[in-house]
């Protein structure tokens, strides 16, 4: 299912680019500290450099465009992992979260020893499961301030309106952190683990010459045995 | 896939062969893929608009896609959905104003001498003063007004049900039709609304916004609110009104936005 993965990256790339379209049009957010604005959602270099401005209509009709392929990928990336029982590689463990720290330390080169690691080491474990439920946090912000009467309810799950619409931008920040820190993950892993995610193996050279272990979907440094075909 | 590649050949293939052609095979597939979704977004991007007809300004197939939506959508409509409504306290005092089409560009409009129009048919047409529509029941509403925007605002308006005023001016048999139009006096501005949301209990044709009379920039003498849809289907100034069994014009849905702009 390392395909999900493939699709998700341009449908988000024009659901965050065609959001952004809908933002000009009321960009009220901003992040102030004791009354002091600190950052103003957008600067105008920023809009101009885009083509943001005065494309509300354009942009709304790309979002509610390819929100069902962020929906229906979605959907089927959770199905499937569910069925195969990848999720048991994906799901953070009860120490997960003391081993987290330990790979942000080395990951840092502060500590030496290498955490423990199955496919996915357990910062991978959190960051790719917390990457899926702001999925869906999206869908479901995403649904409450498009239809907040008739999904009434879903939007005061959100916390109203004003929240949802937060959620949905905040969730969207969140995105774009993410996706920075993955791809300097993914070029520190380098070559081989890049081609993995692709064909869905990676190659490990062991004693007697190579062997092929196939591995399934692995956006970072992770050599597992999975079948898969 | 692999094992029968195996059989086929003569001589088993090296492991590093088949780490090759596997290779060989994903990449090739990724970038056939990379480059059939590139050039359908090509497509897209730069696909033609729509003929300009009821709805204009929108690349043809996501007009499309807007229409199909709509379909989907309309499936969880019904009347029993309230937008959610709040204590007369929290409506704000300024209401702000957002357009003035068919507002600011109708200098020669008098509203002591406005009547409703409402088109009955071809030939026909009912004359209705304000002093009738602000006979019927009055109905309050203090509701979250969302604009397409982004912004919204708890306001408080008065009027009659649309509903009740279909029926009391026996225009139900006419409301089936399944849309009603509306126009400003002068034409400029115009909105396209379908059955269902018409009949919805929270759309009324106001006369009254936080208990006064409505000023000319909010739509006097008479308005529309329809807390089902976005801002720029609350028509204000509703010189004529009719019926038809077809989308009637839409002044955004000419200028790309969606039809149904539901809420």
Redesign the interface.
């Known amino acids: 299912m390392r395909w999900t993965h ?1 699709v998700n990256f ?1 449908v988000l790339a ?1 659901m965050i680019w065609s959001g952004l379209f ?2 000009w ?2 960009d ?1 957010y901003g992040i102030s500290i004791f009354g002091f604005s600190v950052i103003k959602f957008f600067p105008q270099w920023f809009y101009q450099y885009f083509h943001i401005p005065h494309r ?3 942009g ?3 979002h ?2 390819f929100m ?1 392929f962020f929906a229906i990928n979605g959907l089927l990336y959770i199905v499937y992992t569910i069925f195969s029982g990848a999720w048991r590689e994906l799901v953070p463990k009860r120490n997960s979260f003391k081993e987290a720290w330990q790979v942000l330390l080395y990951d840092l080169h502060i500590r030496k020893t290498t955490p423990p690691q199955n496919k996915y080491n357990a910062a991978q474990r959190i960051a790719y499961t917390a990457i899926i439920i702001m999925g869906a946090g999206s869908l479901i912000t995403g649904l409450a301030i498009y ?6 309810w879903l ?1 005061w799950l959100c916390g109203g ?2 929240l949802a ?1 937060i959620f949905h931008f905040a969730l969207t920040i969140g995105y774009v952190l993410f996706f920075t820190v993955h791809i300097i993950q993914v070029v520190l892993a380098g070559w081989n683990n890049f ?1 993995s995610v ?4 990676e ?1 490990v050279e062991s004693e007697p ?4 272990k196939e591995t399934e979907k692995l956006p970072e440094n992770g050599i597992g045995e999975q079948k898969e ?1 | 896939m692999e094992s029968e590649n195996k059989k086929k050949t003569k001589t088993p293939l090296t492991i590093e062969q088949k780490i090759k052609r596997r290779n060989f095979i994903s990449f090739g597939a990724f970038f056939a893929l990379s480059g059939g979704a590139f050039a359908g977004w090509k497509w897209l991007l730069n696909a033609q608009n729509e003929t300009p007809g009821i709805t204009a300004g929108a690349r043809k197939p996501l007009r499309k896609a807007m229409n199909k939506t709509e379909l989907f959508f309309r499936n969880f409509f019904s009347n029993k959905h309230l937008a959610k409504t709040y204590p007369k306290e929290r409506a704000v005092k300024n209401v702000r104003v957002n357009g003035l089409i068919g507002i600011n560009d109708d200098k020669d409009f008098d509203p002591m001498a406005w009547q409703l129009e409402v088109e009955i048919s071809r030939t026909k047409s009912l004359k209705i003063g304000i002093e009738e529509i602000k006979a019927l029941p009055k109905t309050e509403i203090i509701f979250d007004f969302k604009c397409v925007e982004g912004w919204d605002q708890i306001q408080h308006w008065a009027g009659v049900k649309m509903s009740d005023f279909i029926v009391h001016f026996g225009l139900d048999e006419l409301a089936e039709k399944g849309y009603m139009g509306l126009e400003t006096p002068n034409g400029r501005y115009y909105v396209g609304l379908e059955k269902d949301s018409v009949l919805h209990p929270q759309t009324i044709l106001a006369y009254e916004m936080n208990g006064q009379p409505l000023t000319i920039n909010h739509g006097a003498p008479l308005r529309l609110i329809i807390p089902v849809k976005y801002g720029i289907k609350n028509l204000k100034r509703i010189g004529k009104m009719f019926f038809s069994s077809t989308r009637p014009k839409d002044y955004w849905a000419k200028r790309g936005y969606d039809y149904y702009s539901g809420l």
């Open positions: 493939w341009p024009i809908i933002y049009a009321n009220a509300l209509a354009e709304m009709a790309f509610f465009f069902w239809k907040p009467v008739q999904f009434y939007c309106y004003h619409r081609r692709i064909s869905g193996f190659v010459g190579i062997t092929k075909d």
